[in-house]
């Protein structure tokens, strides 16, 4: 299955491509992106870092079809990364994003992650969606609870920046597809 591009009302969602490597090698590597990201990340980040994950991690993923990776665009600029989203076939870490901070807090990432949870649910066909993330990454975890996620347990994980309290959060296809429908109901 190919990975298909996907639009919010703001957003354009490409399919990560090896030509990405270059911008998201330029706008990537800062602290305030990568400090909640899971230790695998490697930092400082090398200057290869980005080619090294799209070609040798995410593209190899997506053509196995054990992953779904996204740049984001703003519609405004569709020839720019602004940040990248993710999804993972598994029992865990089914979701992970990341947005520069320049377009941070202005609910671009909600609309993403919206999107693909939909693909995730209703095009996968996924009975659940888990995500783990640092308690204290506050932006994160209110769009965890916006969409309806709930935590169901904490445990300690190595973040890049540091050993931290982290959440594993939850939603079934059954809550997301209530939820939607409850949305749209007049």
Request: aromatic share 10%.
């Amino acid at each position: 299955m190919t990975v298909p591009r996907l639009e919010t009302p703001r957003l354009l969602l490409e399919p990560l491509q090896s030509s990405d490597a270059i911008q998201v090698q330029h706008i990537f590597p800062r602290w305030e992106i990568v400090r909640h990201l899971t230790n695998a990340v490697p930092w400082p980040y090398p200057a290869d870092g980005a080619s090294y994950y799209i070609n040798h991690i995410a593209l190899p993923a997506m053509e196995a079809g054990q992953a779904w990776h996204w740049s984001l665009r703003h519609r405004s600029a569709p020839e720019t990364v602004i940040g990248l989203i993710s999804l993972r076939a598994g029992e865990e870490d089914n979701r992970g994003f990341w947005l520069v901070p320049e377009w941070q807090g202005q609910g671009l990432m909600s609309e993403a992650c919206a999107v693909v949870t939909d693909y995730w649910f209703l095009t996968l066909k996924q009975p659940r969606l888990r995500v783990p993330k640092a308690m204290d990454n506050l932006a994160s975890r209110r769009i965890s609870e916006r969409t309806g996620m709930r935590l169901i347990d904490t445990f300690s994980k190595a973040f890049v920046g540091g050993e931290m309290l982290a959440g594993n959060w939850e939603i079934t296809q059954e809550e997301w597809l209530a939820q939607r429908t409850q949305k749209s109901a007049p």
